[in-house]
T-cell receptor, first 114, second 110 residues
Framework: GESVGLHLPTLSVQEGDNSIINCAYSNSASDYFIWYKQESGKGPQFIID?????DKRQGQRVTVLLNKTVKHLSLQIAATQPGDSAVYFCAETDGSGNTGKLIFGQGTTLQVKP | DAGVTQSPTHLIKTRGQQVTLRCSPK?????VSWYQQALGQGPQFIFQYYEEEERQRGNFPDRFSGHQFPNYSSELNVNALLLGDSALYLCASSREAGQYFGPGTRLTVT
């Protein structure tokens, strides 16, 4: 069935280190993959997305890698800061573009130690 | 430029009651989606509205219904509330690219 999962529920990193959050997906027909950040008491905040015909996309301090062979997605955060502490969700679309139904994973909690 | 707004912020209802949640999309957005997020879980898609019609629906019972108005704002209605309906209800708006979420409405059913 539909599922998007994350490999680790909690990731703890030292401030200044790089963080890598992983995600596995199951739907080969997904055309977009998106990373969201959710802080306590707030709605998910868009970080970065990647189309299924790409394997890497970079933003400000973030990089998303897509490996369609093993259905794996990762989010890399460079020089992690305390403000990066949050729950991170990967989401995939159902093939209807990045404005269609999003299928979310369970989430990974990122804890940044000062 | 205001982002997605939702009201109310918090709501407490009793089992069996009905509730209406409201969403105003980001300026320029014409599509509204609703998601339910249980504690400790990822959001789950309820349905999406475009041009005042339900365009897509997730695996939610008919107790969950919605509406979109000509100004693109939207309402989510839930009838015959169950304890299991307690969750954060998120609205996301979009137009051509990407979905942007509001802060959510925290619904507690007692």
């Amino acid at each position: 069935g539909e599922s998007v999962g994350l490999h680790l529920p909690t990731l703890s990193v030292q401030e200044g280190d790089n963080s890598i959050i992983n995600c596995a997906y199951s739907n080969s027909a997904s055309d977009y993959f998106i990373w969201y950040k959710q802080e306590s008491g707030k709605g998910p905040q868009f970080i970065i997305d990647i189309r299924s015909n790409m394997d890497k996309r970079q933003g400000q301090r973030v990089t998303v890698l897509l490996n369609k062979t093993v259905k794996h997605l990762s989010l890399q955060i460079a020089a992690t800061q305390p403000g990066d502490s949050a729950v991170y969700f990967c989401a995939e679309t159902d093939g209807s573009g990045n404005t269609g139904k999003l299928i979310f994973g369970q989430g990974t909690t990122l804890q940044v130690k000062p | 430029d205001a982002g997605v707004t939702q009201s109310p912020t918090h709501l407490i209802k009793t089992r069996g009651q009905q509730v209406t949640l409201r969403c105003s999309p980001k300026s320029g957005h014409d599509t509204v989606s609703w998601y339910q997020q249980a504690l400790g879980q990822g959001p789950q898609f309820i349905f999406q509205y475009y041009e005042e019609e339900e365009r897509q629906r997730g695996n939610f019972p008919d107790r969950f219904s919605g509406h979109q108005f000509p100004n693109y704002s939207s309402e989510l209605n839930v009838n015959a509330l169950l304890l299991g309906d307690s969750a954060l209800y998120l609205c996301a708006s979009s137009r051509e690219a990407g979905q942007y979420f509001g802060p959510g409405t925290r619904l507690t059913v007692t």
